[in-house]
């Protein structure tokens, strides 16, 4: 069976002031888990070669860019030498053999979903990306074993961020030498090509460690009973030992965590005196808007009403940690920046296999699925739902300062892009983006499940795309910024937000 979902991302990002990951992760355990139908088992080769090969045949006929930043001569030889294989494998190998085929994609959209299934089930109702009465099932031979912090990277370093470990009281941001007598660089390295990214945005790929790391550790590296860490704290070396914790109790606390630091998806202030309004926007999910009861159109209008009543100059749209969600959503932020109608896609593109599927069982239908082929694996629909969108009543024409991240993904990331691209009172500050400049993967996913393994993955029917330029961009960056300013260790420490007090001095400045 065929599921049409709404476009999702689980991004481990921060506030504005410093990295906050507690919601994003818990979705993260949500979407990033999955069956372990044969954990303590191992499959023959005739079964896991089943699995690998039903993966590379969805991914082929469905992915609309799959060879985008690959040729089909490395992807076939990268199944070649997994197929080459003759033993048994478990399904950790199993695991890694599947996410690390789907990160070669180079799409932050393509990758392994879960679904822990054992006999327990703790209740999560998390607002956006799953149904209010799905439960995560988990058990003594699941994830029983994980590495109980988040991590944080700055720079060349890679410190502990948030503790879900017996160890209490342990100062925060400690630098990370080793775990269990392996470099941290080395551990990285290792779990590196497991993790789904857009392009070769590598403030994405941190982004998405924060979280990954313990369950790329369960499944590359080990599942041991402890944790030996060596860290640095003012200079000194010194050892943390941590017992390893199951998923319940990892669980719960970010669940725990979630609920004390959940804010509302926007925020916005207006000061007349500095001649400066600021809209902080950590969702386009129209359900995680919701869910804080706040209707995005009515409070965009009054914001933007606002800003126009009290003529303020200067805006800044702060889009850090926001890994996307509804492109519509997207637009009518940026319908209030222009006073004439525009289109915010011009097409978007399909692999041909896939949209010959949907052709045809959508020819009795009133609008029927049409599409132009482009060659023999590409097909063009007209995006005629993103063309000819009006400027909003309020529109706002002073100078905007968009603030972004690694963790700014999808349609939060193909905002500032084209913002850019379309008003020249435009200027973006921070990070380079975590999705790609040039239009986004998504829309909606088919979901797939593997025969035997039961891992299940999900893949982008779409690719969204505004202009030829862009479309044959590929280089694989995300939003680079025109001023690259970003949080260092210290002014995480001191709760400093480096980014946001450049942007107040451009503003003081000019």
């Known amino acids: 069976m065929i599921y049409y979902i709404p476009s999702t991302r689980c991004i481990f990002g921060r506030d504005a002031m410093h990295r906050i990951s507690t919601k994003n992760i818990i979705s993260f355990l949500l979407f990033f888990t999955f069956t372990l139908s044969g954990n303590g088992q191992d499959f023959s080769p005739k079964l896991w070669k089943d699995d690998l090969i039903r993966l590379k045949q969805d991914c082929e006929s469905i992915h609309p860019g ?7 001569e490395k992807w076939d030889q990268h199944f070649d030498s997994l197929l080459n294989y003759e033993g048994d494998k478990s399904i950790h190998e199993l695991f890694v053999d599947a996410s690390t085929a789907l990160a070669l994609v180079k799409c932050g959209h393509t990758n392994i979903n879960l679904t822990l299934k054992t006999p327990s089930s703790i209740p999560l109702p998390i ?7 799905f439960s995560i099932r988990v058990g003594q031979n699941t994830y029983n074993k994980l590495f109980p912090f988040t991590l944080l990277k700055i720079k060349d370093k890679i ?33 590196r090509p ?8 590598e403030t994405n790929f941190f982004e998405q460690l924060a ?15 402890q944790f030996v860490i060596k860290v640095l704290e003012d200079g000194e070396e010194k050892k943390i030992t941590t017992a390893a914790i199951p998923i319940e109790e990892l669980l719960q606390a970010k669940k725990k965590r979630y609920a004390e630091k959940s804010g509302r998806q926007l925020k916005s202030k207006v000061d007349k005196d500095k001649n400066v309004g600021y809209l902080k926007i950590l969702s386009f999910h129209k359900s995680e808007i919701l869910e804080k009861g706040i209707y995005y159109q009515k409070y965009l209008k009054r914001f933007f009403k606002k800003m126009q009543d009290q003529k303020i ?3 800044i749209i702060d889009l850090r940690g926001n890994g996307g969600g509804h492109l519509h959503i997207s637009a009518y932020v940026y319908s209030f920046l222009t006073d004439q109608r525009f289109d915010y896609f ?24 049409k599409f132009i082929k482009a060659d023999s694996t590409r097909c063009i629909q007209d995006s005629e739902e993103f063309k000819g969108i009006p400027a909003n009543l309020y529109p706002y024409h002073g100078k905007v300062y968009f603030l972004i991240d690694g963790a700014t993904f999808s349609a939060a990331s193909y905002l500032p892009s084209y913002a850019k691209s379309n008003n020249k009172n435009v200027i973006i500050v921070g990070e380079e983006s975590g999705g790609m400049r040039s239009g986004p993967n998504g829309g909606f996913f088919v979901y797939k499940k593997l025969p035997h393994s039961g891992i299940k993955f999900r893949l982008p029917i779409k690719w969204f795309v505004q202009d030829e330029e862009l479309e044959e961009d590929n280089s694989g960056r995300g939003v680079i910024p025109d001023y690259e300013v970003f949080n260092d260790i210290e002014s995480i420490k001191m709760e400093k937000d480096r980014p946001l007090e450049y942007v107040m001095d451009l503003i003081r400045k000019k």
């Open 346 to 369: 011009d097409k978007s593109i399909w692999n041909c296999d896939y949209a010959e599927i949907i052709a045809t069982k959508t020819e009795d239908k009133k609008e029927p699925f």
């Open 194 to 201: 497991m993790i789904a990214q857009d392009g070769y945005i």
């Open 211 to 225: 979280g990954f790391f313990s369950f790329g550790y369960f499944h590359k590296i080990g599942r041991p009973d």
């Open 313 to 315: 100059g200067n805006l």
């Open 127 to 133: 607002p956006g990306r799953i149904p209010r009465s």
């Open 66 to 72: 799959l060879f985008r930043f690959q040729t089909k």
């Open 159 to 191: 410190y502990l961020d948030e503790n879900y470990s017996r160890v209490s009281k342990l100062p925060r941001y400690l630098e990370i030498v080793s775990i269990n007598d392996r470099p941290i660089a080395e551990l990285v390295d290792e779990i």
